[in-house]
């Protein structure tokens, strides 16, 4: 069966009503990075034309992407309504397009627009059923703390902490490496083998870089877009 993670703040909207018709088992969960969880890789966050252009002036928007590109492969942005309502919000365009440009050709953010909820709705269903029945993608599981002392399931939550990393990929690292102190010290060649090279690149990233208080995105360097 098909399913989606959906984050409380859009329990009053009408799509996971349209998802449940179609099919798919919703659950809802506190997500904080985005609105709705499609695979083990694709994160959707849903957003009206007006939140959409707001977000950007205000910084919002990139500091939410840069968590959401953290975490999942294929982040996706839906804006909700009329592309022509953009002039509603702002007169500079040209910088919206600017912001557009550097999400989608530098951050790898898929931007899909829609008319309606009912047309989100759709969307998020394509792409469950897609990456879910033809891609046969590993259904979105969120780890949660185990309550047991038990070694194993901690072994297993810290390994799906990372990004891309699921049940499975984990189960099969922890048994290919035989812990997780040999797991975080193998190369990126050899977590490879395993997992495919963009997520043993990330997670040794992830490991060797050093600590910052900063944002990954820097926000001075989003809002020059806007200056114009």
């Not at 996706?76 to 509603?88: D, F, L, R, T």
Request: with cysteine; hydrophobic share 40%; glycine share 4%.
């Amino acid at each position: 069966m098909l399913r989606i993670y959906v984050d409380y703040r859009e329990k009053n909207s009408s799509v996971h009503e349209f998802l449940r018709r179609n099919g798919v088992k919703v659950f809802f969960e506190n997500l904080g990075t985005c609105d709705y969880l499609v695979s083990d890789r694709v994160c959707v966050e849903r957003k009206t034309v007006r939140d959409f252009v707001k977000s950007l002036f205000d910084g919002r928007l990139f500091d939410q992407v840069s968590r959401m590109v953290a975490k999942f492969e294929k982040p996706v942005i839906i804006v909700e309504g009329e592309i022509s309502k953009m002039k509603e919000v702002t007169e500079k365009i040209s910088a919206i397009y600017g912001a557009l440009v550097k999400l989608t050709v530098e951050m790898n953010i898929t931007i899909l627009w829609s008319s309606s909820s009912e047309d989100t709705a759709m969307v998020l269903y394509l792409l469950v059923k897609h990456e879910q029945e033809v891609l046969k993608r590993a259904k979105a599981v969120i780890p949660k703390k185990p309550r047991t002392v038990d070694v194993r399931s901690w072994q297993l939550f810290v390994l799906q902490s990372f990004p891309g990393i699921g049940p499975k990929l984990a189960e099969k690292l922890l048994e290919k490496f035989g812990s997780l102190d040999k797991v975080f010290s193998a190369s990126a060649t050899e977590l490879a083998r395993i997992i495919g090279y963009e997520k043993a690149q990330r997670i040794v990233q992830i490991l060797k870089t050093p600590y910052s208080k900063t944002e990954e995105v820097k926000k001075e360097d989003i809002l020059k877009f806007f200056k114009s």
